[in-house]
């Protein structure tokens, strides 16, 4: 999914080639949509830049939009001072919620979706907590945040009725902005604000809870450069096990747990698409 509100106003407008069921092989430039605002002056054109990454939804796989509004307010970037260490000293930006609340905004969309999709329908094949006597029931979910641990996570009735949604796809959480909801496959991607979180409903059985399994999965497409370990190898949480090269950049993925190595899926030279499982750690017993 991407959209822009507005995408021919306020001097704003997308160049983008993408169309419905292209193909981009991880052989090309990375680059596949621009978002071009243009002013009187360079004040006026950043703060319509700004205002267009802030409406800008693009969902199924993970951009830099996020990271460009935060550059955008950098007192440099808005004066002109540029150098070739400009992003190095900045560092990933900070998400504007953390994961838990990611989860809590994901139900929730979902929870719209699954009571949009049968609005006017059968009310017993609702999925939404809705009851008989009026009273919405809460929910229980576990989900994982770009592919993190499995976080549980509970929706009171109250919270439910915050959302309300206006069009495929596109909701709104107590008035406050547009979030926007888009499926593929597992995984549902949520947007807001230029921030965008792929999440996984993950399966609450009690060997899953208590064996404290972790997966590590490419978080982005790339060329497997070397694996450090082997399948039973005992290694510390931060250890680096697989080193991928995606985007003429490097990208060293850790044990995210201490534990043993359970299985692991890929080898030296082989290409890898965006969050495939790579390997799987068993916590100690």
Do not use: C
Request: charged share 20%; net charge negative.
């Amino acid at each position: 999914m991407l959209a822009l509100d507005r995408p021919e106003g306020d001097g704003l407008r997308i160049d983008d080639a993408l169309a419905p069921g292209l193909t981009v092989d991880t052989a090309y430039d990375s680059l596949l949509a621009k978002l071009i605002a243009h002013g009187e002056t360079r004040e006026v054109a950043l703060g319509r830049l700004r205002g267009g990454l802030s409406r800008l939804s693009i969902l199924g796989i993970p951009t830099t939009t996020a990271y460009l509004r935060g550059l955008l307010a950098d007192e440099a970037v808005v004066a002109g001072r540029l150098d070739t260490q400009l992003v190095t000293r900045r560092g990933a930006p900070d998400g504007p919620i953390d994961d838990r609340g990611v989860a809590i905004a994901a139900a929730m969309l979902m929870l719209a979706e699954e009571a949009s999709a049968h609005a006017g329908g059968d009310p017993f094949a609702r999925v939404d907590g809705w009851r008989l006597g009026g009273d919405r029931a809460g929910s229980h979910w576990r989900l994982a945040v770009n592919g993190g641990a499995a976080l549980d996570v509970q929706v009171p009735p109250a919270y439910a009725q915050l959302v309300t949604a206006f069009g495929k796809g596109r909701f709104a959480i107590d008035g406050r902005g547009e979030w926007r909801l888009a499926r593929d496959g597992d995984v549902v991607w949520i947007g807001h604000g230029g921030w965008s979180w792929a999440v996984r409903e993950a399966a609450a059985t009690a060997d899953a809870e208590t064996t404290g399994d972790g997966e590590v999965r490419a978080p982005m497409p790339g060329q497997v450069l070397s694996v450090h370990g082997a399948v039973g190898d005992v290694i510390a949480a931060g250890t680096s096990l697989i080193v991928l090269e995606s985007m003429k950049m490097e990208l060293v993925l850790t044990a995210p747990i201490d534990g043993r190595i359970a299985t692991l899926n890929v080898a030296p030279g082989e290409r890898v698409a965006l969050d495939q499982p790579l390997a799987r750690l068993q916590a100690h017993e």
